[in-house]
């Protein structure tokens, strides 16, 4: 009877420290990386989620990193590989979960925006449904096995493969006064040269879209980030997505070192992203990602196959060109370009 009392206290102490994050089970001290399965479901088979967990020694917080939300953004995505090798729990205090790629069939199948099974933008899905279609169970999966489990996420993203994009990220208010300071922390360490306020995403857990939006829902610091373009991987773009991501685990004690910080940010205070109004088309943008453009400028325009033109692209006000679209292709509702002011 003592032996089994002894064996069971055991137990319990063994189980709290272990940290399980889908398939794969870590304690301090230990790196390991595997899969959080998505089940089968009416649209598809199962999908298999690589992650990294690296289990420190220390304690300290639990940090999500996630790339791959969109499966055509890739220096998140190569940053994360590097990452996962670099970093050694010997020298980590608290835990980092990193999901190498989120949105695995729109990466293996190449498609901006849409996964391929279900055709939903997988940052608007969120907190996704166990029983939904395949990017809502995924989105679920990812919801409690990533983002129910940490304290801190970063959702690294880039410009599409349709888009050319400046290097931003996104600091979101949420109106919480506590978490809001702890949220601007993470943008300013993060350290992109922009940062756009963010201040209209829905306050819905039960749909909160994003994946960022998801966890401040939750209470916990969020921010997503813009490093990267038109399905390049430059790789000034993959050791900026991991200084930034470096910077945040320094910011938050989880490694040893001070953030390096290259820039004062500014803050874009107003954005508008101007969508294509009319079913299909060939767009042409006039402008590039970066430049500052003039109220009233023409900055891109649509016209069907023929050449005739349907639609002028006009800059709302004084502003910088954030990211805009550089390929042909333009269906109904898809954005065009995004210019913000400071
Ligand atoms: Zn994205």
């Not at 994050?21 to 598809?44: C, N, Q, R």
């Not at 489990?149 to 990220?169: A, P, S, T, V, W």
């Amino acid at each position: 009877m003592l032996c089994l009392f002894v064996m069971l206290i055991f137990t319990d102490t063994f189980s709290q420290e272990v940290f399980q994050v889908g398939e794969v089970k870590t304690v301090p001290g230990e790196k390991k990386s595997g899969y959080i399965i998505v089940p089968a479901g009416f649209d598809s088979g199962e999908v298999k989620v690589p992650v990294t967990v690296v289990n420190g020694t220390k304690d300290g917080p639990v940090l999500a990193l996630v790339a791959g939300v969109h499966g055509y953004e890739y220096p998140p995505v190569l940053a994360m590989t590097k990452l996962s090798m670099e970093l050694d729990p010997a020298n980590i205090a608290g835990k980092v979960i990193i999901v190498h790629v989120a949105n695995v069939p729109s990466f293996l199948k190449r498609t901006v925006y849409y996964n391929p099974y279900d055709w939903q933008n997988f940052n608007r899905v969120f907190p996704g449904k166990v029983d939904g279609s395949n990017s809502e169970r995924i989105a679920c999966q990812i919801t409690t096995e990533v983002i129910d489990k940490c304290d801190y996420l970063i959702d690294n993203h880039c410009g599409d493969g349709n888009e050319d994009l400046m290097r931003y990220l996104y600091y979101t208010e949420t109106g919480n006064p506590e978490l809001d300071i702890k949220t601007k922390a993470l943008a300013i360490n993060f350290n992109l040269k922009v940062i756009v306020h963010e201040t209209g995403r829905t306050k819905d857990i039960e749909k909160s879209m994003y994946v960022s939006n998801t966890a401040l829902l939750r209470g916990k610091p969020a921010i997503s980030t813009e490093v990267g373009k038109l399905g390049q991987t430059d790789e000034s773009d993959v050791l900026e997505v991991m200084r930034g991501n470096y910077n945040i685990m320094k910011h938050l004690g989880m490694i040893d070192g001070e953030p390096d910080i290259r820039f004062e940010s500014v803050w874009v205070e107003e954005y508008q992203i101007i969508r294509s109004e009319h079913p299909e088309g060939l767009y042409y943008p006039l402008v590039s990602r970066g430049d500052h453009v003039q109220k009233g400028q023409l900055v891109g325009y649509l016209t069907d196959y023929f050449g005739n033109r349907l639609q002028d692209v006009i800059s709302p006000y004084d502003g910088i060109v954030l990211y805009i679209i550089a390929t042909p292709p333009m269906s109904e509702g898809e954005p065009m370009v995004m210019i913000g002011r400071f």
